[in-house]
């Protein structure tokens, strides 16, 4: 039906003839592990079913025309593949001008433009990973077009990764392409973000759902303060490299973090390097849990995971934390917490299917009440990672 749908529209838009292709890459969600990837630490996502539609094919010219049925009012916007440059008025499309940019950068063959077509149905500035999803794809649609075999998946996340940092400059870690690249249906990523080294671990939800919950407050990742957040974890990082020998944050135990707090000369800085280090242990005891089918332990975590990122990290906010909190309260809630960078964005909970109706009634209503305006729910699977659709 989705194949039927973008197709249509980009022969509508585009033209139907020619060698047109299309390809799907997910949003994906973390369960764990919330601001340890670019601190060396591991990380729990996983691909869902939900992400972004995408039609492409080759041209004779060096343009690159996109065409988005997000923003269908803003038309098709074109760019030289000549002359990739980050222009503020092209909008979404440097996401996926990033992309292309960063395939040239690292000396692949893109050897004519293309006409590019997408549809998201990931809602924008969730936290689900919308702009990582467009990146991916367009990995994706590069490999293929230009028959670039030798260029892994994990290499599209890497050069996802590279283009957000370099070409939009938002300083994000590796996790979100990671898992929109690599996802597995039904299992989530146990990730070493220090050496990407991998596993899956299968989600086995017997009796109850993943229910995420989009706050529906509008967030921009470069305008937050999620850079603000990595820049004192690399200066606490520095201080206490004066004396231990470690490369992130992410080597420390807990019991090793609080032995040698004390180098680190700022108190918010203390508060920032605790919850990397604590997160990345709580994410290690999580993926254990969930191999001894402890799913009880797993929501602890998980609940454990938010007050972190509340008290210590402070990037929740009023709005996740009157979902979070809210959630808490309900019955047949295992854990729950907010998930992605914050400052907005969704919670992800763990909730005993008969019980999903009534907390997101609930949830809701109390939502409403406390911030102003609705959040949206979303009963979700997890699926497989990017690809030829």
């Not at 990595?230 to 973090?257: D, P, W």
Request: contains cysteine; proline residues 1%.
């Amino acid at each position: 039906m989705m194949k039927e749908k973008v197709l249509e529209k980009f022969q509508k838009v585009f033209g139907g003839e020619g060698d047109v292709r299309t390809y799907f890459a997910p949003g994906r969600v973390n369960l764990i592990g919330e601001h340890t990837d670019y601190n060396g630490g591991h990380v729990f996502p996983c691909a869902l079913t939900i992400g972004t539609y995408a039609v492409a094919r080759k041209r004779k010219d060096n343009k690159l025309r996109f065409y988005s049925m997000n923003f269908e009012h803003i038309g098709v916007i074109e760019a030289d593949l000549d002359s990739l440059k980050n222009r503020k008025e092209d909008g979404w499309t440097n996401y996926p001008k990033g992309v292309v940019w960063a395939f040239k950068e690292k000396g692949y063959s893109i050897t004519s433009g293309m006409d590019v077509l997408l549809f998201g149905n990931i809602p924008n500035s969730s936290g689900l990973s919308s702009s990582a999803s467009v990146e991916v794809v367009t990995g994706v649609i590069v490999k293929d077009l230009f028959e670039l075999e030798s260029v892994t998946m994990q290499e599209i996340a890497l050069l996802g990764q590279y283009s957000e940092n370099h070409f939009n400059g938002v300083n994000c870690g590796i996790m979100d392409q990671f898992a929109i690249a690599m996802g597995k249906k039904d299992h989530a990523i146990f990730l070493d973000t220090a050496d990407l080294s991998y596993e899956y671990a299968p989600i086995v939800l017997k009796d109850a759902k993943i229910v995420i919950a989009c706050s529906n407050k509008k967030r921009g990742l470069g305008d937050s303060k999620y850079n603000e957040r990595r820049a004192e974890c690399e200066t606490a990082l520095l201080e206490l490299q004066k004396e231990l020998s470690i490369q992130s944050l992410g080597e420390l135990t807990e019991e090793e973090f609080e032995a040698n707090k004390n180098l680190i000369q700022d108190a918010v800085r203390i508060r920032r390097a605790k919850h990397a280090v604590y997160e990345n242990q709580r994410t290690i005891h999580a993926v254990e849990a969930l191999r001894k089918g402890d799913i009880k332990e797993f929501g602890k975590l998980m609940n454990e995971s938010h007050i972190s990122l509340r008290d210590d990290y402070e990037v929740t906010g009023k709005e996740l934390d009157t979902l979070v909190e809210t959630a808490w309260k309900q019955k047949g809630v295992i854990g729950s917490r907010m998930t992605g960078a914050g400052f907005g964005g969704c919670t992800v909970s763990i909730v005993k299917n008969e019980n999903v109706e009534e907390f997101i009634k609930n949830v809701g209503e109390n939502y409403k009440s406390v911030v102003g305006y609705a959040a949206d729910f979303y009963v979700v699977d997890i699926g497989d990672g990017a690809g030829v659709y």
